[in-house]
């Protein structure tokens, strides 16, 4: 698809210029279809193919609310709310957009409609701006995150995470990132970090700002020098960034990995103690009812055998699979913070090493907006890095949503959209040269150098 509005954004006009342009219509997305939500029905989970249900074609352009921009989107990622969504599990996204139709607000009832356009992060260009957003322009350069509240909501202002309306853009809503225009509103917009490409940029605001809050904030662990964290998935998508944060406030992170070549990589991030799941054989589970305590006692062990103590905080996201570990491992006092449930969300474990050893579990989701904010930040003043390894087109997004369930990446997975190649979008090349290509791109290099172990 071509319009003189994108050929303008492509050519880096002015806000100005960009004003005068008629917006597309309609525009090219990824998105399900509500009449296929039983195209899996008998198949198991582990044979769902994502392409089967992720369509990439035109669209209408919705009309704009008055507290909403359009984002021209340069570049979206994949993650794991897509990776659900694409396989109508554990429920067809669809019943999120109909609980949203019911809403009072009007506007609300735009997003329910017989197609969902995904994706839930985006970097872009502001192309236009309801008659009520105040701090941001036609022309700026922006990335997303998606808190999707409602600022008038009383019961948004104290922590906008426990609103009562509350939901995720591009997962619970609809018109999200992994397209060529996305709708988000005001207070969703963050400046785009300078040094950065699109494809850089898009990747960092669902995770970089989850782990921010399960790490930093008051609103999580507020993690003290000195303290031991352990961290499931550490090269992951939130795990990388939990590594950074650990590290960045003087914490002690114990990374968990399920490769060799994972744990290559996490030293180069420079965490020096790791876990290979792989090269141990933990086996939490005899069978799929029934744990084996014997397999988190030596867990445990192998943790005190690396930094000499149990770990004061978990940061936890697999569910099922390790929840169980992680309750057991944390020291006398500490604390389980969790968000997601990759491998499953019906938990179990045994509240004797709970209560008795008087740790505590605290649930973390995704992050408010000072929170985003300050996580996007951080990656602005090069503090914190990207965690970018592939980039795929939008057309190839089933393969990229695969790829991520699959865990065949590290860290983060690009889509590009209006961007027509890698590595545009950098506006302060002398800031970038003084972070350093070799910390911005250090899991990209990684994932294309296939001898860069050990």
Not at 172 to 179: K, P, S
Not at 234 to 246: L, P, R, W
Not at 356 to 369: C, T
Not at 420 to 445: H, M, W
Request: overall charge negative; some cysteine; glycine content about 8%.
């Amino acid at each position: 698809m071509t319009t003189e509005l994108i050929d303008a954004i492509n050519a880096d006009a002015t806000g100005e210029d960009l004003a005068k342009l008629p917006l597309p219509t309609h525009y090219r997305a990824a998105f399900l279809r509500k009449e296929e939500i039983n195209i899996f029905e008998g198949v198991p989970s582990a044979e769902r193919d994502p392409s089967r249900s992720l369509h990439v074609d035109m669209v209408p352009m919705p009309e704009l609310a008055p507290d909403e921009a359009v984002i021209a989107v340069m570049a979206s990622s994949i993650n794991y709310n897509t990776v659900w969504s694409s396989l109508f599990e554990p429920v067809p996204t669809f019943d999120f957009l109909k609980r949203l139709g019911r809403s009072h607000n009007l506007w609300n009832r735009r997003h329910d409609l017989d197609y969902h356009v995904l994706g839930s992060d985006a970097s872009g260009i502001i192309v236009r701006v309801g008659s009520a957003v105040r701090n941001w322009n036609i022309g700026d350069r922006v990335t997303i995150h998606c808190n999707y509240v409602d600022d008038q909501d009383p019961s948004s202002h104290d922590d906008s995470m426990l609103a009562a309306e509350q939901r995720i853009w591009g997962f619970e809503t609809n018109f999200g990132g992994l397209a060529d225009f996305a709708i988000v509103k005001a207070n969703q917009i963050m400046p785009k970090p300078a040094h950065l490409t699109w494809e850089e940029a898009a990747i960092n605001p669902l995770c970089n700002s989850t782990s921010y809050r399960m790490i930093v904030s008051k609103n999580g662990a507020h993690m003290t020098q000195g303290q031991v964290v352990l961290i499931w998935g550490a090269t992951g998508g939130i795990g990388s960034y939990a590594v950074q944060y650990v590290l960045n406030g003087g914490g002690i992170p114990v990374g968990v990995v399920s490769s060799p070549r994972k744990a290559a990589l996490l030293r180069a991030m420079g965490c020096e103690y790791i876990i290979d799941r792989s090269a141990n054989g933990y086996q939490f589970w005899k069978d799929e009812n029934t744990q084996d305590e014997t397999e988190w006692r030596r867990f445990g062990t192998d943790i005190r055998a690396l930094v000499g103590e149990d770990p004061d905080i978990v940061f936890e996201h697999p569910g099922r699979e390790t929840m169980g570990a992680s309750v057991y491992v944390a020291k006398r006092g500490g604390l389980i913070m969790t968000c997601a449930a990759t491998s499953g969300y019906r938990i179990e474990y045994d509240n004797r090493h709970l209560w008795m050893k008087l740790k505590s579990i605290k649930a973390s989701h995704f992050a408010n907006y000072r929170e985003s904010y300050e996580a996007n930040k951080l990656i602005a003043k090069g503090m914190v890095q990207p965690v970018l390894s592939a980039t795929y087109e939008l057309e190839q997004v089933g393969e990229a949503v695969s790829v991520v369930r699959a865990n065949l990446h590290e860290g983060k997975v690009a889509i590009r959209c209006l961007s027509p190649e890698n590595g545009l979008g950098i506006s302060d090349p002398d800031f970038r040269a003084r972070v350093g290509e070799d910390k911005i791109t250090l899991f990209e290099r990684f994932a294309r150098d296939k001898t860069m172990e050990g």
